[in-house]
């Protein structure tokens, strides 16, 4: 099987995301693989064993993005594209993607739900659309029996068990697979795994951010005595209205 | 402007979410209302808040996200319209940016207001997991939008939406459903108005009971914290939060649940937020607008009663 999974450079989501200037100032923050993709990626390492097939992760960012993607070698990936280009949209990074795939042609495309970020949950349904192959999100199982796949879909109030063949495309969340941490010899061999950097395809501009916004605190939270709790009802119906 | 809003229903009724996305088009448009609904879905709610005509497609099984994607694209060519509408679902998430493909249209997922026409066509949207909001610019011709609950304010037009039928060519999906498992009859986390969930001070699953008692007294949905969902003691599909479902109820009240950021990015936009803990020093209290000090296992029973009381 040759797999590929997609991962998102994110800032740690413990962080508190400072603002400098009307827009985010992520330069003091420690980044990661978004977690989704986190996710993902344990479970392509495991495919990978099962199947004896090649993994290669492809990231869509500048330099500084090498330290998150020698970090998915050092997790079991074989090899690593970075395609050199800021993530500026969901329409970006899925042309890039496809491009690849499209060169490459992976049996399955893993990627995490959405990214931590900037919350899209786009790419994986538009590089299932540009490449025209099926697309299933969010699965929390994946099991393969020779080319046809076995997951566990999140339905609303529910799940869904469905099968389908390879090629397709993925969007995981847990409990697909435990996170899994880099030990020292997957650190030490991810230095010399191959990443090939590539340049961006040409793209038109679909979105762009104009501002941010930081939401306004809420006010004094009103603290409300443990053996009053009418005094709750009351305020929930007179001045928050919202019963 | 033409606006095409697609329609989940439920049960032959429109999803409430779905009739805030056809109120949400109403408000936007400079054109025709087109509402895209299966023919068995009721069409009466949908011209009240604001289609001027409902599109109705013949229903055969579930349909796959590709499927939806097919069906909305075809309808928005055939209706010239520019802007297609779709409520925030784990289906509709899928569609929305296959449709954008499709018709070569911007999109963009987690709409919380009206678009701004003052800069062209710019949305309001959030990101980093609720702790921040920015504003998009939708630079091509079509554009493609997933709205939040609560996006706009559901106003009743009291129009009569006029029926056609529409038949679009689907082709087959080599996803096929194995098994299905869904609680039915519960009223499902993104939709609802009110949550209520519980967190690790609660103990342990069995005592669930009285946050469901007092979810249902409030016609409200259950959800739990990561670690509740991580231990087994809720079903995945509850867990509310960074990893999980993201909500923006009009009430969220948090029981036993002290705040961690990744909670409370997932519900901060909640209208009202109410915490109940024993510990004063949790930090959900900082992001709360009422806050009870003190043992839920005392508390929810007696504010469950209040409840039934005033309502």
């Known amino acids: ?243 | 402007m033409n606006v095409l809003i697609y329609i989940e229903s439920e049960n032959g009724a429109p999803k409430k979410s779905a009739l805030e996305a056809v109120a949400y088009g109403a408000e936007i448009a400079k054109g025709q209302v087109v509402a895209l609904a299966s023919s068995d879905t009721a069409t009466a709610d949908l011209g009240n808040y604001g289609a001027d005509k409902v599109l109705q497609f013949a229903v055969s099984g579930k349909l796959e996200a590709s499927q939806v994607a097919e069906l909305v694209a075809q309808a928005a060519e055939a209706q010239n319209a520019e802007v297609v509408i779709f409520a925030k679902s784990i289906l509709n998430d899928l569609a929305a940016p296959m449709v954008g493909i499709k018709l070569g249209a911007s999109v963009a997922s987690n709409v919380i207001e009206k678009p701004d026409f003052s800069k062209g066509f710019v949305v309001k949207r959030s990101v980093f997991s609720g702790k921040a909001f920015t504003e998009v610019a939708l630079n091509n011709a079509k554009k493609v939008l997933t709205i939040k609950k609560n996006a706009v304010a559901m106003t009743e037009k009291g129009k009569t939406a006029a029926v056609e039928s529409f038949s679009p060519a689907i082709t087959a999906s080599p996803v096929q459903i194995k098994e299905t498992t869904q609680k039915t009859g519960d009223i499902l986390l993104t939709d609802a108005d009110i949550v209520v969930s519980g967190g690790r001070g609660l103990k342990g699953p069995e005592h669930w009971g009285m946050i469901e008692e007092l979810a249902k007294t409030l016609h409200a949905a259950t959800g739990c914290s990561k670690p509740v969902s991580d231990m087994d003691w809720r079903p995945h599909h509850e867990h509310v939060g960074q990893t999980g479902i993201k909500v923006s109820p009009n009430l969220y009240v948090a029981v036993g649940i002290s705040g961690a950021i990744q909670h409370l990015a997932g519900v901060s936009s909640s209208k009202t937020i109410v915490v109940i803990n024993k510990d004063a020093d949790a930090p959900f209290f900082k992001a709360a607008d009422y806050g009870i000090v003190g043992d839920a296992f005392d508390i929810i029973p007696k504010l469950t009663e209040a409840l039934k009381k005033a309502m």
Request: net charge negative.
């Open chain 1, 1 to 243: 099987m040759k797999i590929l999974i997609c991962i998102s450079h994110v800032p740690d989501t413990n962080a508190k995301i400072p603002f400098k200037d009307g827009k985010p100032d992520l330069a003091g923050l420690t980044f990661v693989i978004a977690p989704y993709d986190d996710f993902a990626l344990a479970r392509a390492v495991e495919l990978r064993d099962q199947t004896a097939g090649k993994l290669t992760v492809l990231c869509v960012g500048k330099a500084e993005t090498e330290a998150t993607i020698r970090k998915a070698l050092a997790i079991g990936a074989d090899d690593a594209i970075r395609v050199d280009a800021e993530p500026t949209d969901a329409f970006f990074v899925a042309t890039q993607i496809a491009d690849i795939a499209k060169k490459n042609q992976y049996d399955m495309i893993l990627t995490g739900r959405e990214s931590s970020d900037y919350n899209g949950g786009q790419v994986h349904g538009m590089v299932a659309a540009m490449l025209g192959i099926p697309c299933v999100v969010p699965c929390m199982k994946l099991d393969l029996n020779g080319n046809v796949a076995t997951m566990y879909r999140e339905i609303e109030g529910g799940k869904e068990v469905v099968q389908l063949p390879t090629p397709f495309v993925a969007g995981c969340q847990e409990p697909i697979a435990e996170w899994k941490i880099p030990n020292m010899r997957g650190i030490m061999t991810a230095k010399s795994k191959p990443l090939q950097v590539v340049q961006p395809v040409g793209v038109t501009v679909a979105t762009q951010v104009a501002s941010y916004e930081v939401p306004a605190p809420r006010g004094n939270c009103k603290m409300i005595d443990a053996g009053n709790v009418a005094h709750l009802v009351e305020m929930l119906k007179s001045e928050a209205k919202v019963i």
